[in-house]
């Protein structure tokens, strides 16, 4: 029994003694370093947001729209074969195609004013979501730098210089759906280059396809000068042509004549270019003090269809209600600022410097308004940045806005006169205040005035609609609009 007993307690050690040395043979688990989340804290209001680039890295793009959807509230619709602008929503605004809501492309203002279809339309599908280095969104009127259009917020598109590898993509879906993607940086050194080329179609579910195809090519080039000296040049051209099922009404599909994803018109739709040229310089001639200064040159054409009400104004089956919305114009501009790091009194500061027309079938049957539009304005500006103790910060400021309008008709039935010239000028003062953290907590409190100019034949025809901006005075979350007018046809 003994001998029994030790061979067993000698059997148990033996394998007790392998399961040990089979277990230290196996390799220690791998212990990975820590990932670490970081974004950075808004400066001067709790809406301000940053979003970089590696943000929608990885997200599937090929719209602008998608880019926008990250800003918080920032609800996006298309209603119209996918080459119109886009319906933007934030913050209780129905900004229309952009009347509420100030967009940049580098600083180059993307909103058009007295535009044919409705006032700051801003159409982004020039904008190719590869090129992209980081989105600064800002939401209310509160910043010195934003004028017109940034009644509910302003969002600048900053484009990157080059790309790390080239890139060039093919993809597809559903709807005959085909993106080509071509992203290249012939050079990455003391010269950065950049050139992007898209091409994109979709044909949607409707009965009648969008056949909507869109160009867009994109180049930039910067370098650094000399020291504390840097130039950017970069262009771009885009072009798209498009069907609109358009909207339809509800009692023709309940009766069986047409499909929910039929149409009345199906010859709703258009086509538009836009071509920019956009150019910054920066330079820091002494320590402490930055010269910026931004010109940009746009050429836009755009020729609309739409059809509202089919057939209310005009039942002729063969004719009915289309009307055709066309608007060209050349659009330039210059911004400079000049930047002043001082501290007075021991206090950090910092200063800172369209036609109308019937039409059938896309045929023009007859021109309703055919007007030249002039129309200039200068917004001069000062803000200031201080830091007047420990955990506060004080960023105000105030601007002016001077809007000319000159408006002179070629051909107008709608009986109101729009020959004519107005000059006006309005004040706009922004305040926002910071404090803490204080227990991983900051507070903010904001205070601005705002607008989004009117439609400059609105202003010429209705003597009671200001030609100075609609003003919008927000506080904190809560947010009013004033008055606006609107074009003397319908949209």
Known sequence: MLIRKDRRCLAILLGLFAAASAEAQEPAPEILPPVIVTAPPPVSSSSEQ??????????PEGRPADILRLIPGLIISQHQGGGKADQYLIRGFDADHGT?????????????????????????????????????????????????????????????DFVEENVFEVAGGSFNTQRYLALLSPTRDSLKTLIAIEGYRNDGPFQNPNGYSRFNIFA??????AEDMKLSLWASHYRADWHGSGQIPARAVREGMIDRFGSIDPSEGGNTQRTNLNADFSWKPRENHRLLVHAYVTYYALNLFNDFTFFLNNPDPTVGDEINQRDHRFLAGLDTQYDITTRPFGIDLTTTGVVLANATQRHRTSVTQDVNIVEQSYSPFVKLDMVPADKVRLITGARGDIFSYNVTQNVNTSGDDLNGKVTRARPNVKANLSLGPWAETEFFGNFGTGFHSNDARAVIANPRCRPRPATSLVCGPGSSLGPSCSPPTGF
């Open 50 to 59: 940053l979003i970089p680039g590696k943000d929608f890295e990885l997200r």
């Open 100 to 160: 509420d809501i100030a967009l940049f492309v580098d600083g180059l203002p993307v909103n058009l004013r007295s535009h044919a279809h409705g006032q700051g339309y801003a159409d982004l599908h020039f904008l190719i979501p590869e090129t992209l280095k980081r989105v600064d969104a800002t939401k209310g009127p509160y910043f010195p730098e934003y004028g017109d259009f940034d009644t509910a917020a302003a969002v600048n598109f900053v484009t990157k």
């Open 220 to 225: 930039k080039a910067s370098a650094v000068l």
